[in-house]
Every structure is written in structure tokens, then in C-alpha cells.
């Protein structure tokens, strides 16, 4: 578990600098997907599969097809209009497969080796105890948690429907 855990974060922490030094936001893009599915593997390694599944559903999947899209919509980078024979050459994608390939041989290490679930020094974290956490003794300072985060889409819906807010302020 201990190597799972070594080669995972180095993984993550390798693919995170791709994310900082990459110029064209799409590699760069791909490169936190590495990172996120890395990060999951650290959770899974730690005994945290819970944790784990969270990261690769909720991160890897949703918020980072967000984030194609984005990008895919506000075209950004210097050669965003480049041909397709550009983006197949390898050195858009050799390294984040190179990174991808290490993780799977971790993941094909942690399911080899038995309890993927076991913890390197503690016990499971399931599903249940993170809501008996959260719902427990912690339940206001979620529901207080929520009610910031809807205040915060509120006031980010209301901003963003005006077209310059500066303007329209100054003139009420």
C-alpha cells in the first residue's frame, strides 16, 4: 500500500506541474484529470475509498467536463485554431500517458494485492461514517455551509446577468 501511495502522489504531483507549465489550456486540462484520478488513487491507497470514488465522480468527471467546455467555448490560446495533424503529434499527449500508465499499474498493484480498502495504518472510512460525521455533531456548520453556498450562486447569478456592473451601480 505504501508504494501505491508513493507512486500515486508522485504522480499527482508530476502531472500538477504539467497543469501550471502548460501553455495550451486543453493539455493543461488533461493534465489535471491526471492529477484528480492521481489524488483519488492516494485516497484509495489511504484507506479512504469513499473519499476516492468522491474525487474521480465528482471532480474528474463533472467539474472537469465543465471545464472542457469552457474552454472549448472561449477558444483561448495563441494556436486555437491549429490543425488536427498538430494536436495528434506526441508531444501533446505522451506525458499524460506515460502519467495515466503508472497509475494503472498502481491500480492493478492495489487490486492484486488483496483489501484494496485496507488502510496503510487505520481503519475503513465508509460511507456511513462520513455521514454520521457530517450529520452528527457537524450538522450545523453544513447546513451553514449550504446556505453560504446558495447565497453565493444567488449573487453570482445576479451579477452575471447585468452587463457591466460597474456602469449600472454608479448610475442608481
Same mark, same amino acid.
Not at 70 to 82: C, K, P, R, S, Y
Given at each position: 500500500? *505504501?508504494?501505491?501511495?508513493?507512486?500515486?502522489?508522485?504522480?499527482?504531483?508530476?502531472?500538477?506541474?504539467?497543469?501550471?507549465?502548460?501553455?495550451?489550456?486543453?493539455?493543461?486540462?488533461?493534465?489535471?484529470?491526471?492529477?484528480?484520478?492521481?489524488?483519488?488513487?492516494?485516497?484509495?491507497?489511504?484507506? %479512504?475509498?469513499?473519499?476516492?470514488a468522491l474525487e474521480i465522480i465528482v471532480y474528474a468527471?463533472?467539474?472537469?467536463?465543465?471545464?472542457?467546455?469552457?474552454?472549448?467555448?472561449?477558444?483561448?490560446? *495563441?494556436?486555437?485554431?491549429?490543425?488536427?495533424?498538430?494536436?495528434?503529434?506526441?508531444?501533446?499527449?505522451?506525458?499524460?500517458?506515460?502519467? %495515466?500508465?503508472?497509475?494503472?499499474?498502481?491500480?492493478?498493484?492495489?487490486?492484486?494485492? @488483496?483489501?484494496? %480498502?485496507?488502510?496503510?495504518?487505520? *481503519?475503513?472510512?465508509? %460511507?456511513?461514517?462520513?455521514?454520521?460525521?457530517?450529520? @452528527?455533531?457537524?450538522?450545523?456548520?453544513?447546513?451553514?455551509?449550504?446556505?453560504?453556498?446558495?447565497?453565493?450562486?444567488?449573487?453570482?447569478?445576479?451579477? @452575471?446577468?447585468?452587463?457591466?456592473?460597474?456602469?449600472?451601480?454608479?448610475?442608481?
Amino acid at each position: 500500500m *505504501e508504494l501505491a501511495f508513493y507512486l500515486s502522489g508522485l504522480v499527482a504531483i508530476l502531472a500538477t506541474v504539467g497543469v501550471i507549465t502548460g501553455r495550451n489550456p486543453v493539455h493543461a486540462v488533461v493534465y489535471l484529470i491526471v492529477s484528480l484520478i492521481a489524488v483519488a488513487l492516494v485516497f484509495f491507497a489511504l484507506g %479512504a475509498p469513499f473519499a476516492g470514488a468522491l474525487e474521480i465522480i465528482v471532480y474528474a468527471g463533472a467539474i472537469m467536463v465543465l471545464f472542457v467546455f469552457v474552454v472549448m467555448i472561449l477558444n483561448l490560446g *495563441e494556436g486555437a485554431d491549429t490543425s488536427a495533424e498538430d494536436w495528434r503529434h506526441p508531444r501533446h499527449w505522451i506525458g499524460p500517458a506515460l502519467l %495515466a500508465l503508472v497509475l494503472l499499474a498502481v491500480l492493478v498493484y492495489l487490486l492484486n494485492s @488483496g483489501d484494496m %480498502a485496507r488502510a496503510i495504518n487505520g *481503519e475503513l472510512v465508509t %460511507a456511513r461514517a462520513v455521514g454520521l460525521i457530517l450529520f @452528527g455533531p457537524w450538522l450545523m456548520v453544513v447546513e451553514l455551509a449550504g446556505l453560504l453556498l446558495l447565497g453565493a450562486l444567488v449573487t453570482a447569478s445576479h451579477v @452575471g446577468r447585468r452587463s457591466n456592473p460597474l456602469r449600472q451601480r454608479s448610475g442608481s
